[in-house]
């Protein structure tokens, strides 16, 4: 029996031999087992698709020629209560890094847990702002010890199914913290000792793999600190032996309601991508490679459900041209640059006033060259070792053997750009139910003194908020004779308002990302006796970035005044109010099959159209087809969709987006306000349906109307070329 035994421990060693690796690093790249990688990388956050959808995406960003996959772990997901763990579904963090795996890819694994993101809170689960004592992302003990809870908890579950390099597994890198020098440099000492220790506590968790740090000039050795940006080519890392990472290429920007869409040229991704590597850049990850969805209420402060970003996979799925096929043409031309780039520094030429050339040549036969041409006007004829080339504006052309261009940032072919089409058979038989203005006495309600901030009081189970008081109007007040009304002025932190007089919807008010409070004035019309004013306050996600967005306030923190009685204007800040959580459908589950059928529906001339407060259902068949599909709700205002009880997120057609629209050049330094589009339309009109949430036949479709729309203009529409 020994001789067996001892073959089988060879062929274990062997096996672990070959499986199991080393990630390090130089000045010069990342090392996987001993050898420099020039990196090309691509978020996709596990959320913001649905696991179907995973292999296809994982695969079009092979195809694409990336090497590695890009996730934050999100932190409010999976412990949404203290303790208590949630990695199913779209939150399968596991499985989706195992398909990574198998597709042949590496990860690169951003912890935080902190995320920004444009995610609810940055990632934060909101518990945690109630932790006694605490004070987030500083050196504060309540706060490092559940920061130090979770990352332990997702390291120890990389390491028990091996998933680090050294395992045999696909990481090779991990993030602690995101973005931090800003607020450190805000707060002081106690944020750079914070910073400190949250590096040094990841370092001691042993993952075998190096550590990054992004927007972190002071990050301690030996973690590496990386760039964020539409632009990283300037950037040089706080240490000579560290590596030149790019963590966030910006592939376009996100969405807000209110606000117009962005977009970004692939001309100009390509010509920053290529002077990144041109500058001994050797990890570039774009962020986002596939944007996606925004599900449920998972978005951040005025955060549109679509999280699209421009990127080179569209929130669908699908490939967005000419910008994935141009960039996947650029990896091909760097990768054919490998050795020489991460072999030598290149020798800087200048060639003329704008232009420049970057030649890498460490052996006769390992010789690349990127020729720059920096004017965003004008095209030029430069040469270079005898020979002419031709450089458009604001572009880099690459030369793998110092030779031949074999790939130009600026020229571009032609694509035929995605269309949202109408389904045959699209449209709803729609019933409805319009719920009752909440009062002081509701099942659920309860009074306290003054006016209370809105997120200590829901602790984010809905995104409303019920104020309610009664006003009792004395028979001689002046305005019931000479029609002079009284004016109602209520100031809240935002997000959004409906106002309601004894039942009746008699204005809305909302803010923006930019200024999120938001101040109601109109007339009312009260009557004699006793009148009841109910504000229906509205979060629109939750803050994710700014040094300490975790204490901004949210919903009505006054004053609210009555103007034009008798006795002057009433100051009803610290009256007694009543408060209710969410709205009645939400209590109800109308949102499910189930609890759809506890309240009576009506449907044809009975049913409610522009009413305020009303929910809609139908059921319907799958759309015949493999096309990705979404909702046109362009004649709605405000709410919420649900398929099947799994909610869309929430839909704001009713918020037109102001700005300035007009044609974008390529050329030129970008940013977020450069190039933009639908001003003046609904800053999202399509909402993504994934085909893995329906059934063939028999499905169900609620929405709810906050403010009052027409659901007879809802209908499917599917995304094609």
């Keep these: 029996m020994l001789k067996p035994n001892i073959f089988l421990c060879m062929l274990l060693f062997s ?122 992302r500083q050196d504060n003990e309540p706060f490092k010890n559940a920061m130090r809870g979770f990352t332990e908890k997702i390291v120890n579950m990389m390491k028990a199914e091996r998933m680090f390099e050294p395992q045999g597994g696909p990481i090779i890198l991990a993030q602690i913290e995101n973005e931090y020098e800003l607020w450190e440099y805000d707060i002081g000492k106690i944020g ?108 951040g402060r005025f955060v549109t459900t679509s999280y699209d970003y421009d990127a080179p996979i569209d929130e669908y799925g699908l490939v967005r041209e000419p910008k994935w096929s141009h960039l996947r043409d650029l990896h091909k031309a760097i990768k054919l640059c490998e050795t020489a780039l991460v072999s030598v520094n290149p020798q800087v030429i200048w060639l003329g006033k704008n232009q420049e050339a970057h030649v890498f040549e460490s052996l006769p036969w390992a010789c690349a060259a990127f020729l720059a041409n920096y004017d965003p006007q004008y095209s030029v004829t430069v040469t270079f070792r005898n020979m002419k080339y031709d450089l458009p504006p604001w572009s880099v052309s690459i030369l793998p053997d110092c030779k031949k261009v074999v790939f130009n940032t600026a020229q571009v072919a032609a694509a035929k750009p995605m ?124 803050p994710n970035i700014g040094t300490h967005f975790d204490q901004w306030n949210i919903g009505v923190v006054g004053p609210v005044t009555l103007k034009g009685l008798n006795s002057g204007t009433w100051d009803m800040t610290k009256w007694k109010w009543s408060y209710k959580i969410g709205v009645e459908g939400e209590a109800l589950s109308l949102f499910t099959a189930q609890g759809s059928s506890s309240v009576k529906w009506t449907e044809g001339p009975a049913l409610a159209v522009k009413k305020p407060l009303t929910w809609y259902k139908a059921t319907f068949d799958a759309p015949v087809g493999n096309e990705p599909l979404a909702l046109d709700m362009n004649t709605m205002g405000k709410g919420e969709i649900w398929i099947n009880g799994n909610s869309i997120g929430r839909h704001w057609a009713g918020n037109k987006a ?45 929405v709810f109307e906050e403010w009052g729309g027409d659901p007879n203009g809802i209908s499917f529409v599917k995304r094609t070329s």
């Design 15 to 136: 096996w672990i031999s070959v499986v199991t690796g080393s990630v390090s690093y130089d000045g010069k790249a990342i090392l996987i087992n001993g050898k420099r990688r020039l990196l090309l990388s691509g978020s996709i956050h596990y959320p913001r698709s649905t696991p179907d959808m995973w292999p296809g995406l994982i695969q079009k960003a092979k195809d694409g020629g990336l090497d590695v996959i890009e996730t934050y772990v999100f932190w409010n997901a999976h412990e949404p209560s203290p303790g208590k763990y949630y990695f199913e579904g779209r939150y399968d963090l596991l499985q989706f890094l195992k398909l990574v795996q198998k597709a042949g890819l590496y990860v690169h694994l951003r912890i935080g847990p902190y995320v920004c993101a444009e995610w609810n809170f940055g990632g934060f689960p909101v518990w945690l702002k109630f932790v006694p004592g605490i004070v987030f």
């Design 192 to 299: 750079k000792d914070y910073a400190y220790w949250a590096a040094y506590m990841a370092e001691g968790l042993k993952t075998g793999v190096p550590w990054v740090m992004c927007k972190q000039e002071d990050a301690p050795d030996p973690i590496i600190n990386a760039c964020n940006g539409f632009y990283c080519e300037n950037f040089n890392p706080n240490k000579n032996y560290k590596p030149k990472v790019w963590t966030e290429n910006w592939s376009g920007w996100l969405s807000e309601f209110g606000s117009p869409v962005p977009y970004r040229p692939v001309e100009d991704i390509a010509f920053a991508v290529a002077r990144f590597i041109q500058n001994n850049g050797t990890f570039m990850n774009y962020y986002m490679y596939h944007g996606g969805t925004n599900f449920g209420r998972t978005s």
């Design 419 to 542: 269309q949202m089409v109408p389904v045959t058979g699209g449209k709803f038989h729609w019933q409805s139910y319009t719920e009752p203005t909440a009062s002081v006495r509701d099942k659920g309600s309860f009074i306290a003194d003054g006016l209370k901030e809105q997120l200590s009081t829901t602790w984010d189970k809905s995104d409303y908020l019920w104020y309610i008081t009664e006003v009792t109007i004395d028979g001689n007040e002046g305005f019931l004779k000479n029609g002079q009304l009284p004016i109602l002025t209520v100031e809240s932190a935002g997000h959004a308002l409906d106002v309601f007089v004894n039942g009746q919807l008699i204005g809305t008010a909302y803010g923006n990302s930019k200024n999120p409070s938001l101040t109601f004035s109109g007339k009312v019309n009260l009557k004699p006796g006793a009148n009841t004013i109910a504000l229906l306050s509205a979060a629109v996600g939750l």
């Design 658 to 702: 102001s700005g300035a629209c007009n044609k974008c050049n390529y050329s030129g330094l970008f940013g977020e306000t450069k190039c933009l589009y639908g001003c003046g339309q609904p800053s999202q009109r399509w909402y993504h349906v994934p085909r893995s949430w329906l059934n063939p036949k028999g499905n169900l479709v609620v």
